[in-house]
């Protein structure tokens, strides 16, 4: 890859934290007791808060450290109250071996938090770049529909009647997005995911309501032939007679409620996305250094 | 008792200044979203205003195309680590600084200069350095 490429497309930051967060296990691992001790109340917090794989067993491992931690650097038990578990795995008097385990005990921890963050971290960054894939084809693609309409020798006024459908199913699209990032969190960093899904809104949902537009007389004219009786013939309308606004303007209506139909897809790409910058919410440090 | 100032300043974070490397293809992936819908919109206003056929594809392609390559061009000077998200790039150095702050066991602070050189910083003692020899300098021929 690139290594400039690697910025833009946002691998590279993401590498960059897991390597950042390697270097503070390590930091964490040769800190002082009473910063250990105080690191693990803060990793009890974050756990709190989190749905982190496992946490309670974490939760617990943190305990047992902090104290064998407290004990032997002689600091008030009140601080790092000690589990029943504690107490009957890990009794006092400890011993420096106990310290070196303890200490591990807290780099796990401090590793499983920041695995799990890393991860939600790449997932965000992974959707994004789908999402930009997607649109890339989806847009070529559409750019092949147009050349085909241009070679075609498609009318112009049908071509500029296409067009507005287009844009009605764009516009609604975005408006109903603006209902959408009300509810958005906003305060996490999403590696540009909300501006990919911005960009995918108008193209989406403007195919939609094309589709809609063209497939609508289509289908109607199929299960409501003209004609009388056994000889009823289906007359379905001509691509021109379609794509006429001043003919048919009541399909305009038809692409407003065709540009609503990716919405479902839409706001299921947004509830994946917010349940990932939760979850780094979720599991941030209590308090800034 | 040491009579100089300690000949081991704390390393700085400094910003590197981006590479000039413009990579046109890294632009044109990048911009490639919206590139592609910029190429298709002009070749259909150039058959709506009035160009029929090939000639309208070719025009839209040609005209196109040159917007993208314009918008490929532009986008390498965001593809840089402090440039291309600008705010992670800003948390990130924030974390660095306050890991300096303490002591650095010897198996992190390897790790910790190749993140640095990789975040497109130098940990250089350039700037507390020539204060340390303005320093001596003055220690040794004070002011009267």
Same mark, same amino acid.
């Given at each position: 890859?690139?290594?400039?490429?690697?910025?833009?497309?946002?691998?590279?930051?993401?590498?960059?934290?897991?390597?950042? &967060?390697?270097?503070?296990?390590?930091?964490?691992?040769?800190?002082?007791?009473?910063?250990?001790?105080?690191?693990?109340?803060?990793?009890?917090?974050?756990?709190?808060?989190?749905?982190?794989?496992?946490?309670?067993?974490?939760?617990?491992?943190?305990?047992?450290?902090?104290?064998?931690?407290?004990?032997?650097?002689?600091? +008030?038990?009140?601080?790092?109250?000690?589990?029943?578990?504690?107490?009957?795995?890990?009794?006092?008097?400890?011993?420096?071996?106990?310290?070196?385990?303890?200490?591990?005990?807290?780099?796990?921890?401090?590793?499983?938090?920041? !695995?799990?963050?890393?991860?939600?971290?790449?997932?965000?960054?992974?959707?994004?770049?789908?999402?930009?894939?997607?649109?890339?084809?989806?847009?070529?693609?559409?750019?092949?529909?147009?050349?085909?309409?241009?070679?075609?020798?498609?009318?112009?006024?049908?071509?500029?009647?296409?067009?507005?459908?287009?844009?009605?199913?764009?516009?609604?699209? #975005?408006?109903?997005?603006?209902?959408?990032?009300? +509810?958005?969190?906003?305060?996490?960093?999403?590696?540009?995911?909300?501006?990919?899904?911005?960009? &995918?809104?108008?193209?989406?949902?403007?195919?939609?309501?094309?589709?809609?537009?063209?497939?609508?007389?289509? #289908?109607?004219?199929?299960?409501?032939?003209?004609?009388?009786? +056994?000889?009823?013939?289906?007359?379905?309308?001509?691509?021109?007679?379609?794509?006429?606004?001043?003919?048919?303007?009541?399909?305009?209506?038809?692409?407003?409620?065709?540009?609503?139909?990716?919405?479902?897809?839409?706001?299921?790409?947004?509830?994946?996305?917010?349940?990932?910058?939760?979850?780094?919410?979720?599991? !941030?440090?209590?308090?800034?250094? | 008792?040491?009579?100089?100032?300690?000949?081991?300043?704390?390393?700085?974070?400094?910003?590197?200044?981006?590479?000039?490397?413009?990579?046109?293809?890294?632009?044109?992936?990048?911009?490639?979203?919206?590139?592609?819908?910029?190429?298709?919109?002009?070749?259909?206003?150039?058959?709506?205003?009035?160009?029929?056929?090939?000639?309208?594809?070719?025009?839209?392609?040609?005209?196109?195309?040159?917007?993208?390559?314009?918008?490929?061009?532009?986008?390498?000077?965001?593809?840089?680590?402090?440039?291309?998200?600008?705010?992670?790039?800003? *948390?990130?150095?924030?974390?660095?600084?306050?890991?300096?702050?303490?002591?650095?066991?010897?198996?992190?602070?390897?790790?910790?200069?190749?993140?640095?050189?990789?975040?497109?910083?130098?940990?250089?003692?350039? *700037?507390?350095? *020539?204060?340390?020899?303005?320093?001596?300098?003055?220690?040794?021929?004070?002011?009267?």
């Amino acid at each position: 890859m690139n290594h400039s490429l690697e910025w833009a497309l946002g691998y590279g930051y993401v590498r960059l934290w897991e390597r950042l &967060h390697r270097i503070e296990e390590e930091k964490l691992f040769a800190a002082s007791p009473d910063e250990l001790i105080a690191e693990a109340a803060r990793d009890t917090l974050r756990l709190q808060g989190s749905n982190v794989d496992n946490r309670d067993q974490l939760l617990d491992q943190l305990q047992r450290a902090a104290s064998v931690l407290a004990f032997n650097a002689g600091v +008030s038990a009140g601080l790092v109250p000690a589990p029943p578990s504690a107490i009957a795995g890990l009794a006092p008097p400890f011993h420096p071996p106990d310290d070196v385990v303890a200490r591990r005990m807290i780099r796990q921890v401090r590793h499983a938090i920041n !695995e799990y963050r890393d991860e939600r971290r790449l997932a965000l960054v992974r959707a994004r770049n789908q999402l930009l894939r997607t649109i890339v084809l989806t847009a070529l693609v559409t750019y092949q529909l147009i050349v085909l309409a241009v070679l075609a020798g498609a009318p112009r006024p049908a071509f500029t009647s296409a067009i507005a459908y287009l844009l009605i199913g764009a516009i609604v699209g #975005l408006f109903n997005r603006l209902y959408l990032d009300a +509810s958005a969190e906003t305060a996490v960093e999403d590696y540009g995911l909300a501006a990919a899904r911005l960009l &995918h809104t108008p193209l989406l949902c403007g195919l939609a309501a094309l589709g809609g537009a063209l497939m609508v007389p289509l #289908l109607s004219a199929q299960i409501t032939p003209t004609g009388e009786g +056994s000889a009823a013939t289906i007359a379905a309308p001509t691509l021109g007679a379609i794509f006429d606004i001043s003919q048919r303007p009541f399909t305009l209506v038809l692409a407003a409620v065709f540009g609503l139909t990716p919405s479902a897809l839409i706001s299921r790409l947004q509830s994946e996305a917010e349940k990932y910058k939760s979850d780094l919410k979720n599991s !941030e440090a209590p308090a800034a250094h | 008792m040491p009579t100089q100032p300690d000949a081991s300043p704390a390393p700085r974070i400094a910003v590197a200044k981006p590479g000039l490397r413009a990579n046109l293809m890294a632009g044109l992936i990048v911009t490639a979203p919206v590139g592609s819908i910029v190429v298709g919109v002009i070749t259909g206003a150039i058959f709506i205003l009035g160009v029929d056929g090939i000639r309208a594809v070719v025009a839209g392609l040609m005209l196109g195309g040159v917007a993208w390559l314009v918008m490929g061009v532009a986008a390498t000077s965001f593809l840089s680590v402090d440039r291309a998200n600008r705010s992670i790039h800003k *948390e990130l150095m924030t974390r660095m600084e306050a890991m300096l702050a303490g002591p650095m066991p010897e198996a992190a602070e390897s790790q910790f200069l190749a993140l640095a050189q990789e975040m497109g910083v130098s940990l250089s003692s350039t *700037e507390s350095e *020539e204060e340390r020899l303005r320093l001596i300098n003055q220690l040794r021929n004070p002011p009267r």
